[in-house]
């Protein structure tokens, strides 16, 4: 069992520009979550699915963010004309429903500059 | 909305001190309780949960008890080693299970 999957490691985009984060959950679990961690704000929730669903978003951005799962082995999360601000380490985690532990990837660090 | 309050942004220990870090929630309900820890370049991990009044949850040494009087989940290990050095975040959950509100986290640094 390799836990989560997060591609890339890190990212480097110039402001303006597109980033497409990926994930791959731990087989068989059927919730996956996205978080953004920085050193200001601290951990915060952006999203989950359930079975592929996407069940809540309350934690996105507006605007330039968004998320998806095609197939129950990946979910991809979209930033789109990053900013500076967007500057963080994005986490992928996965369950195998709601209410179980929840494992966490290494995380992707984005940078916008 | 929910809410967890680190009290403690980073603590020193020696080898072999007692730890306490003291974490407190304000929620409706009868949230679950998390306490995870965070080592450099990875994610946060799983440490223990807890889900009613009075629970008590515990790995690897450490320990918290639910205390829904005073809203509180606080960490204690009585005696932390040096591989305990780590970034702690108690957390809790949402209604269903699912989405987790985190603690601003609190940096132990433990000497040898």
């Known amino acids: 069992n390799a836990g989560v999957i997060q591609t890339p490691r890190h990212k480097v985009t110039g402001k303006g520009q597109e980033a497409t984060l990926w994930c791959e959950p731990i087989?068989?679990?059927?919730?996956v979550f996205w978080y953004r961690q920085t050193i200001v704000q601290g951990l915060e929730f952006l999203t989950y699915?359930?079975?592929?669903?996407?069940?809540?978003d309350s934690g996105m951005p507006k605007e330039r963010f968004s998320a998806q799962m095609p197939n129950q082995s990946h979910s991809t999360l979209k930033i789109q004309s990053t900013q500076p601000q967007d500057s963080a380490v994005y986490l992928c985690?996965?369950?195998?429903?709601?209410?179980?532990?929840?494992?966490f990837g290494k995380g992707t660090r984005l940078t916008v500059v | 909305g929910d809410s967890v309050t680190q009290t403690e942004g980073q603590v020193a220990l020696s080898e072999e001190d007692f730890l306490t870090i003291h974490c407190n929630y304000s929620?409706?309900?009868?949230?679950?309780l998390f306490w995870y820890v965070q080592y450099p370049g990875e994610g946060p991990q799983f440490l223990f949960r807890?889900?009613?009044?009075?629970e008590k949850g515990s790995s690897r040494g450490f320990e918290a008890t639910y205390d829904k009087g005073t809203t509180s989940f606080h960490l204690r290990k009585a005696s932390v080693q040096e591989s305990d050095s780590a970034v702690y975040y108690c957390a809790l959950g949402d209604n269903a299970g699912a989405k987790l509100t985190f603690g601003g986290g609190t940096r132990l640094t433990v000497r040898p």
């Open positions: 087989s068989g679990h059927s919730a």
């Open positions: 807890a889900s009613r009044d009075k």
């Open positions: 929620a409706s309900g009868y949230p679950a």
């Open positions: 985690a996965s369950s195998w429903t709601t209410n179980t532990e929840v494992f």
């Open positions: 699915f359930r079975n592929q669903a996407p069940i809540d």
